[in-house]
């Protein structure tokens, strides 16, 4: 019999220090979702790979902030786990996360479809509360109704797209934060259906790769541990999608 992983709590907690970015300020996987929320269609793109990336984006949040290790094996597998001399994070998601990886290193492919799914519904509700996201009902036949999704127009999604595009298209120099986002567009196969607000070309393609590589150029040379760590956890996501779509 086939051993399941545990199931990561997701209970809030309290006076824990840690924050994502800053008091109330959304998660890296909240980004992720509300870009790849597409407002003319009210779908997200990417749906049948979807948990995959959003547990990648939850780890490569955590490794941004140092809150997590990442290794490799002499058999060559990558482990995560949690670094415990920094104070846990106080986001009730990225907790969850950090607290699965904090007993004992874990496989990527172990991590990822144990914190992955019901990200989805969580994180759209998060989006729905702050605004960036609403949900409508309209009839079909007349007289069924039915819930939608729409885009609340607040500009914080074309605010960032517009950002990644200026990494993608211009070459501009990422933050650490905006390079991990676009590298994790990048792992979840749908840059494409970006275009044409992100042309789909051979430049903006080399230069998504060199974001999943971590080369996020001078401005984030800071950032050197926690780009090396998002770019191996970046590249097990893209493997593991790729295995999952091979099987559907």
């Known amino acids: 019999m086939t051993e399941q992983p545990d199931e990561p709590s997701i209970e809030a907690r309290t006076e824990t220090p840690w924050t994502a970015t800053g008091p109330d300020s959304p998660t890296l996987p909240e980004d992720l979702l509300l870009l790849l929320f597409q407002p003319e269609s009210g779908v997200v793109a990417g749906e049948t790979t979807l948990f995959y990336v959003l547990a990648g984006a ?3 949040d955590l490794a941004l902030h140092e809150s997590v290790a990442v290794t490799t094996t002499r058999a060559g597998a990558i482990t995560v786990e949690a670094v415990r001399d920094k104070p846990p994070p106080s986001d009730e998601i990225l907790l969850s996360a950090w607290e699965y990886v904090s007993d004992t290193p874990r496989g990527v492919q172990t991590v990822v479809p144990a914190i992955g799914p019901g990200l989805r519904h969580l994180l759209l509700e998060r989006l729905i509360a702050r605004g960036d996201i609403r949900r409508d009902s309209r009839k079909v036949f007349g007289f069924f109704r039915t819930t939608v999704l729409k885009d609340s127009r607040n500009g914080r999604r074309a605010g960032l797209l517009e950002e990644v ?10 933050t650490a934060r905006i390079a991990a986002l676009a590298a994790l567009l990048w792992a ?12 789909w070309t051979s430049a903006v393609i080399d230069r998504a790769r060199e974001m999943e590589r971590g080369n996020w150029g001078a401005g984030a040379a800071g950032e050197a541990v926690a780009r090396t760590m998002t770019a191996v956890i970046v590249n097990s996501i893209i493997s593991t999608t790729a295995v999952a779509s091979s099987h559907q």
């Open 188 to 199: 979840s196969g749908t840059l494409p259906q970006f275009d044409p607000q992100i042309p």
């Open 58 to 60: 939850a780890l490569a």
């Open 165 to 174: 595009r200026d990494v993608l298209v211009d070459r501009a120099e990422p």
